[in-house]
């Protein structure tokens, strides 16, 4: 058991998150395409804050259209120890008139430069120009606070079905 721990060290260093940065993990399976997009921590008010995220690449090319709908949230659920939320981004496919999920954001907190840390990587992590006509969130004041910084020029509108939940 200790041989493979320094084997598994060796290779991947001692970061036990680093292992999703290089294949297998880092893949799609079963194939070449790179699933894993980011990693970045970051200190706020002395704690360190940690982002992970994974887009697959086919719908990642949604983000490439102008005026898409976006639609951004947050569940508290499903995350792994040390984790707040994971943070999906969903890009409208007018093909199919559904949303589809693009990103999943893995977040250690669930603070306003949080919000804007995960935008900010979204967009430096995307190849083109992330050029919204909407985007859809819940009544977050940090998230929506955030996205309004990020994408100036977007339409951001709280979602109604949270709005009736928070009420």
């Not at 709908?69 to 199919?96: E, W, Y």
Request: aromatic share 12%; net charge neutral.
């Amino acid at each position: 058991m200790n041989r493979a721990y320094h084997a598994h060290r060796n290779h991947y260093g001692s970061n036990i998150h680093g292992v999703v940065e290089v294949p297998p993990l880092s893949l799609v399976a079963g194939t070449s395409l790179c699933f894993f997009r980011f990693q970045h921590t970051y200190m706020h008010s002395n704690n360190l804050e940690r982002l992970i995220g994974w887009a697959h690449p086919v719908p990642l090319q949604l983000l490439k259209y102008r005026n898409t709908s976006l639609f951004i949230d947050g569940t508290f659920r499903c995350v792994p120890a040390k984790f707040h939320q994971c943070v999906i981004l969903m890009a409208h496919d007018n093909a199919t008139d559904l949303f589809v999920p693009v990103y999943y954001v893995l977040c250690s907190s669930k603070q306003q430069d949080m919000y804007w840390s995960v935008l900010h990587r979204i967009i430096a992590s995307s190849d083109e120009k992330i050029q919204p006509g909407s985007m859809v969130c819940d009544f977050e004041a940090s998230l929506i606070n955030a996205a309004q910084v990020q994408f100036p020029d977007t339409n951001v509108i709280g979602c109604f079905s949270h709005f009736k939940q928070d009420c």
